[in-house]
Every structure is written in C-alpha cells, then in structure tokens.
T-cell receptor, first 109, second 115 residues
C-alpha cells in the first residue's frame, strides 16, 4: 500500500519555506526521501531509521514520527535548485520500498 | 563505474507483443527492483530481488515476469503488452539490506508506449 503524501504541489518564492507530509497505514522501519527533476531518475536525499535522529541534506531536513507512522520533509530558505518532485518511500519489516504519489515543488525567483 | 544501466531508452510496442526491458548494475549490489511511474501515481513497485535466484512480487506485478540469474542483471519481461502498461520504467539497485536501510540507485529509465 502506497504512503499518502501531501500536498500534491506547492509553489514557492526563493527563500520561502515549505513542508511535505507523508503517512502510512503500516508499521514502518525506515523512511526514504528522493527528489526527481523533470525527465531524470529519482535521486536519494536521505533515510530516517526507526529510533534515529532527524536528518539533513543541505537546508532540507526531515523528521520521522514512528508512533504516528508519519514523516515530514522541511524545505528551508528554498533555492531555485530545490524545484522538482519529492517522493517519500516507506519500508516495513520486509524488503519492499513503497513510494508516495509525489509532491511537485516549484521555486520561483 | 557505470552504475545502473537500462536499455532501451524508448520503446513502442503493439498490443499483444512481448519484450524484455534490460537492467544491469556494476556495483555488486544484492538488491534490485523495478518500478513503473505514471502521472499522479508516483513510483509503484513491480518486482524486486534480494539476490541471485530470489525474486518476489511488489505492488503491481500482474503482466510482468522477472528472473535473477546473476547479481548484475535483472530483466523485466512483458508477456503480452497492453495499453495500460504504457509508462516510464525505472530499475534500481542497492546494497544488501535493500529497501529497508540502503540508498536506492536508479537507472535512467525506459519510456514504453503500447499502442
């Protein structure tokens, strides 16, 4: 079952912040975040493990609430290079990694 | 290292035809997987493999077959193509722990159109 990701799309001006949320109906072992530019393959941003710390990639950070089975990605002081589609991926006790439908982020000058 | 390679990059099929999408990696990764990407649906897992000789189904396996005879290769076979299989297909690989704790390295994708 795919994670539920929101919002579907967000438009920002450079320097603004945004939050992308992801939730699951199954128990989670880890949360992955990827970014995909148009016409390209998804690229890894970070992994958050059960019981682990909040992670950071440049000015992008993420949190993982194991009890609520939710994760959030925080885009801080957004840059033009942050534009793209962001996917959360959830993994449980098996080896499957299921992705959400994606959030399209557009950062404008 | 070439990383994860996929061939072909583009393919057009007629309904009912069969074909194989190729995926290879040179990083000695144990875990490999296939995803399809459709507008508004994100990435959906088709099949995955935790090592040579071991495969399992993902979320949307119907109409697709896989095999893993070597660590390097993980081909995806469409048995009888249907228009609903029009999509972009991504192959990914990662070290031993696969989807749980490891980075997934994605190939460049194959854009498939079924008429």
């Amino acid at each position: 079952q795919q994670p539920v990701q929101s919002p579907q799309a967000v438009i920002l001006r450079e320097g603004e912040d945004a939050v992308i949320n992801c939730s699951s109906s199954k128990a989670l072992y880890s949360v992955h975040w990827y970014r995909q530019k148009h016409g390209e393959a998804p690229v890894f941003l970070m992994i958050l493990l059960k019981g682990g710390e909040q992670m950071r990639h440049e000015k992008i950070s993420a949190s993982f609430n194991e009890k609520k089975q939710q994760s959030s990605l925080y885009l801080t002081a957004s840059q033009l290079s942050y534009s793209g589609t962001y996917f959360c991926g959830f993994s449980g006790n098996d080896y499957k990694l299921s992705f959400g439908a994606g959030t399209t982020v557009t950062v404008r000058a | 290292n070439a990383g994860v390679t996929q061939t072909p990059k583009f393919q057009v099929l007629k309904t009912g035809q069969s074909m194989t999408l190729q995926c290879a990696q040179d990083m000695n990764h144990e875990y490999m997987s296939w995803y399809r990407q459709d507008p508004g649906m994100g990435l959906r897992l088709i099949h995955y493999s935790v090592g040579a000789g071991i495969t399992d189904q993902g979320e949307v396996p119907n109409g697709y077959n896989v095999s893993r005879s070597t660590t390097e290769d993980f081909p995806l076979r469409l048995l009888s193509a249907a228009p609903s299989q029009t999509s972009v297909y991504f192959c990914a690989s990662s070290p031993v722990a696969g989807g749980r704790t490891d980075t997934q390295y994605f190939g460049p994708g194959t854009r498939l159109t079924v008429l």
